[in-house]
C-alpha cells in the first residue's frame, strides 16, 4: 500500500519528467517524412522517438485534396534499468550507454561559530538550476542576517559546490547540533545519531563527524564520502550507518588442475563428417605421449584478515597446502607443480594418484560397450573383437579370444588366443609378429612372422619373414601366402579342395606387391601415352596439309600435347620407382624355401623369386628351395624351435 508521503514523491517524479520532455510538431508528406523531420528538430535517432497522430495525411487525386500529416512528437526519457541490468530501451550501443539522473540543483545552508555559509550544486541531467530567490530563501529560513546578496548571485551562477560566507547569524551554543556513536557488539558497524540544532544553533560539518569518530575509537571502514553528502542532508533522530568492518577472508586451498578427464565413466561421443555420432568412436581411452604435461598444483592462497571499526585485526585462515598426485610412469618438472608423462600410455587416477599405464585392459569384448580402442601402449582383450570394430595399439594387442571381421593394428605384436575369423574382411597388421590358433578368410600381415597352430584356410597372409603353421592340424588350404625366408606347415593344399593355394618366397611381400603396382601403372601410361601420340600425330598431319585448324581442334590438340608431358612424367617417375624396388629385391639375401612336414597335395603353387612350379604329385615331408634358377624338392627342413615361441613365452600351441 502506498502511503502519502510516497504518493507526494510519485507525483513530483512525474511531474519532473513532465518538464523535462521537449515536444515539436512535424508535418510531411508521408509518416516516415513527418518523423524523419520530427527526428531533426529533436536531435535524436528515430527509434529515440514517441509521438501522436494529430492530422492524418491523404493522396489525394489529381493534386486535389492532398493532405500532410501532421505529428506531435518526443523523445522517449529512459532513467532506469531493465531486471538484469539490461538498459529499459532496448535499444543498440546508444542506448546501453550509462543513463544520467535527471537532479535539480540546490543550496545547501551551514551555521558555524564563524558565520553562515552556502553551498550551491548544479543539476544533472535535465534538472533545474537553483535560482537567486531560492537560495536567499534558504538562508532566511535559517535565521540568517546581513544576507550578501551580490555573493549569492554569484554563487548560484557558478554552482561550484563549495560553502562561502553569505552573512551573519544570532548564534546560540545550547542550540548547536549534537551527534553521538553507538558500536554493537563485535564492533563490525558504527552508526551516528544526530540531534538537530536549534534556533541560532550551528550545524556540524565533515571534519566534526571525522574527529569525533576518530575520538570514539572509530577508525577503520568510514564512508568518508557518504559523510560529505550526510553533513549538507543529515537524517535526524535516526541511527546511521557511517563505517563498516571487513570480515576477513580465508585463502583458497591448493588445488590440482588436471589436463585430462578423470572421470572414467564420462563417454565422449564424437560426430562424424556426416553429422551423425559414431557409438563406436567411444573416446574411453585418454593416450598420452611422453613429456606431455598431465596435470597443475595451483598453490594455496594467503587469507586476507578482517577488521573490525575499532580497529582490531580479525585473523583469516591460510589456505591449505596439497600435496602432488603422483604415480607410476609420471614425474615432477622443474618448476616443481606440473606432472609430466614418463612414457606413451593411458593417464588414469588411481587411488588418487595420476598414473600412465603402458597396458590397457579391456575386460570382456570390444563391441558397442567400449567402442573402438586406439591406445599409446600394449592393449588386452579379455573377450573377443567382434564384427565391425577396430583396436590399435602403439605397443602390442593380445586377445583372448576371437578376432572377427575387425581392425587389429599394432606396432608391436598381435597375440590372438584363439582365432581369426575374418569373414572375408577386415585386417590384422602387427609391426612385428602375429600368434594366433588359426587364420580363417581373413588378411593378415606382418612385419616379423606369423605364427599358427591350428591352420590357415582361404586367406591372404603376408610376413616379412616367416610364416610358420605347426600343431596337430597345421593346415594351410587356399589363399595367397608371401614370405621373404619361409613359409613351413605340416600339410600344404588339400586333397580335396579345388580352392587355389599359392605360396611365394625369397621376396619382401610389401616391395613385390609395390613393384606390382609401379608395374601396372607404368603400362597403364605407356598404352594412353601411346593412344595420345597416335591422336597427336593425326592433327599434326591434318595441320600441316591445311595449314590451319579450326579453334576447337587447335584447342583439342593442346590439351593432347599437355597430357603426352604429363603422362610421359608419370612413366618416368614410376621406372625410377620400379628400379629402385628392384634395386632393394637384389639387395635380399633370402634363400627361400617351402616346407611341409606331412604332405604336399597336387595343385599347390609355389612361387620362388622369379621360379614357379605348380605341384602334380603328392609329396611327404619336402622342403622346395631354389636353386640355379629352378625350383628343387629336397628333404623335409624343421623350423628353428626359437621362432615358435612368442612374446613372454606364448606359443602358438
Same mark, same amino acid.
Given at each position: ?5 510516497r ?39 528515430v ?31 529512459y ?12 535499444d ?10 535527471d ?5 545547501f ?17 535535465r ?16 535565521g540568517?542576517?546581513?544576507?550578501d ?31 553521538s ?31 569525533f569518530?576518530?575520538n570514539?575509537?572509530?577508525?577503520y571502514?568510514?564512508? #568518508? ?19 563498516e568492518?571487513?570480515r ?8 590440482i588442475q588436471?589436463n ?26 585418454q ?33 591449505? #597446502?596439497?600435496n ?77 579370444g576371437?578376432? #572377427? ?32 590358433r588359426?587364420?580363417e ?23 616379412f619373414?616367416?610364416i610358420?603353421?605347426?600343431g ?28 587355389e ?6 621376396f ?19 598404352k ?6 597416335l ?53 635380399l ?31 611327404r ?20 624351435e ?12
Amino acid at each position: 500500500m502506498v502511503d502519502f508521503v510516497r504518493l507526494q514523491h510519485i507525483v513530483k517524479e512525474q511531474l519532473d519528467h513532465d518538464r523535462a520532455v521537449r515536444i515539436v510538431e512535424a508535418r510531411g508528406p508521408t509518416l516516415e517524412q513527418a518523423v524523419a523531420e520530427a527526428s531533426t528538430l529533436l536531435d535524436v535517432p528515430v527509434r529515440r522517438l514517441e509521438y501522436e497522430i494529430s492530422e492524418r495525411g491523404a493522396a489525394g487525386f489529381l493534386g486535389t485534396g492532398k493532405k500532410d500529416w501532421a505529428i506531435r512528437a518526443y523523445e522517449r526519457l529512459y532513467t532506469g534499468k531493465k531486471k538484469g541490468g539490461g538498459d529499459l530501451s532496448g535499444d543498440g550501443a546508444e542506448e546501453s550507454a550509462p543513463v544520467i539522473e535527471d537532479r535539480d540543483g540546490d543550496a545547501f545552508v551551514h551555521l558555524s561559530a564563524d558565520g553562515a555559509f552556502l553551498k550551491v550544486v548544479s543539476p544533472k541531467g535535465r534538472g533545474r538550476r537553483v535560482t537567486d530567490t531560492a537560495a536567499v530563501q534558504a538562508l532566511q529560513d535559517r535565521g540568517v542576517e546581513n544576507i550578501d546578496t551580490a555573493q549569492v548571485a554569484r554563487m548560484v551562477r557558478e554552482a561550484a559546490g563549495t560553502y562561502f560566507r553569505a552573512g551573519d547569524f544570532q548564534h546560540r551554543p545550547v542550540n548547536d547540533s549534537i551527534v553521538s556513536v553507538e558500536i554493537p557488539e563485535g564492533e563490525m558497524k558504527a552508526f551516528v545519531r544526530v540531534t538537530p540544532p536549534g534556533t541560532g544553533g550551528c550545524d556540524l560539518s565533515v571534519e566534526t563527524y571525522l574527529s569525533f569518530l576518530r575520538n570514539n575509537r572509530v577508525m577503520y571502514g568510514v564512508n #568518508e564520502e557518504f559523510l560529505r553528502d550526510f553533513a549538507d542532508k543529515p537524517v535526524y533522530r535516526e541511527p546511521v550507518l557511517v563505517a563498516e568492518g571487513s570480515r576477513p577472508v580465508d585463502g583458497r586451498d591448493a588445488y590440482i588442475q588436471y589436463n585430462f578427464e578423470t572421470d572414467q565413466t564420462k563417454v565422449r561421443l564424437r560426430e562424424g563428417s556426416n553429422g551423425r555420432v559414431d557409438f563406436k568412436e567411444l573416446n574411453i581411452i585418454q593416450n598420452v605421449v611422453e613429456n606431455q604435461p598431465l596435470a597443475k598444483k595451483i598453490p594455496a592462497e594467503n587469507g586476507t584478515v578482517g577488521r573490525t571499526v575499532t580497529g582490531k585485526v580479525i585473523p583469516a585462515k591460510n589456505g591449505k #597446502e596439497t600435496n602432488l598426485p603422483v604415480g607410476k610412469n609420471v614425474h615432477v618438472g622443474e618448476d616443481g607443480v606440473t606432472i609430466i608423462a614418463d612414457i606413451n600410455g593411458q593417464v588414469v587416477v588411481v587411488g588418487g594418484k595420476i598414473n600412465v599405464e603402458p597396458v590397457y585392459t579391456v575386460q570382456g569384448d570390444v563391441n558397442l560397450k567400449t567402442g573402438n580402442i586406439i591406445f599409446l601402449g600394449t592393449v588386452i582383450i579379455t573377450g573377443n573383437v567382434e564384427d565391425g570394430f577396430s583396436v590399435k595399439a602403439a605397443g602390442n594387442i593380445e586377445v583372448n579370444g576371437t578376432v #572377427e571381421k575387425a581392425v587389429l593394428d599394432a606396432e608391436g605384436d598381435i597375440i590372438v588366443h584363439q582365432g581369426i575369423t575374418g569373414k572375408s574382411g577386415g585386417l590384422v597388421r602387427a609391426g612385428r609378429s602375429i600368434w594366433a590358433r588359426f587364420i580363417e578368410n581373413a588378411v593378415v600381415e606382418a612385419g616379423n612372422m606369423v605364427v599358427v597352430s591350428d591352420g590357415i584356410i582361404n586367406s591372404q597372409v603376408d610376413a616379412f619373414k616367416r610364416i610358420i603353421c605347426q600343431g596337430k592340424k597345421a593346415h594351410i588350404v587356399g589363399g595367397r601366402l608371401r614370405a621373404s625366408e619361409e613359409i613351413n606347415a605340416k600339410v600344404l593344399g588339400s586333397a580335396t579342395s579345388g580352392t587355389e593355394t599359392i605360396f611365394e618366397v625369397g621376396f619382401d611381400p610389401k616391395s613385390k606387391e609395390e613393384l606390382e603396382k609401379l608395374t601396372a601403372a607404368k603400362e597403364t601410361a605407356e598404352k594412353q601415352l601411346e593412344e595420345t601420340q597416335l591422336n597427336l600425330q593425326t592433327l599434326i598431319n591434318i595441320k600441316k596439309q591445311r595449314k590451319s585448324l579450326p579453334e576447337d581442334k587447335e584447342a583439342y590438340m593442346k590439351e593432347l600435347m599437355d597430357k603426352r608431358q604429363f603422362l610421359m612424367g608419370d612413366i618416368k617417375k614410376a621406372g625410377e620407382g620400379i628400379q629402385k624396388v628392384q634395386e632393394f629385391l637384389n639387395t635380399l639375401k633370402t634363400r627361400g624355401k617351402v616346407s611341409a612336414s606331412s604332405k604336399v597335395y597336387p595343385g599347390v603353387k609355389i612361387l620362388i623369386r622369379d621360379a614357379r612350379d605348380d605341384v602334380r604329385t603328392e609329396y611327404r615331408a619336402v622342403t622346395f628351395i631354389l636353386e640355379n634358377g629352378l625350383i628343387r624338392v629336397t628333404k623335409y627342413e624343421e623350423p628353428d624351435e626359437s621362432i615358435k615361441k612368442g612374446p613372454d613365452g606364448y606359443t602358438a600351441n
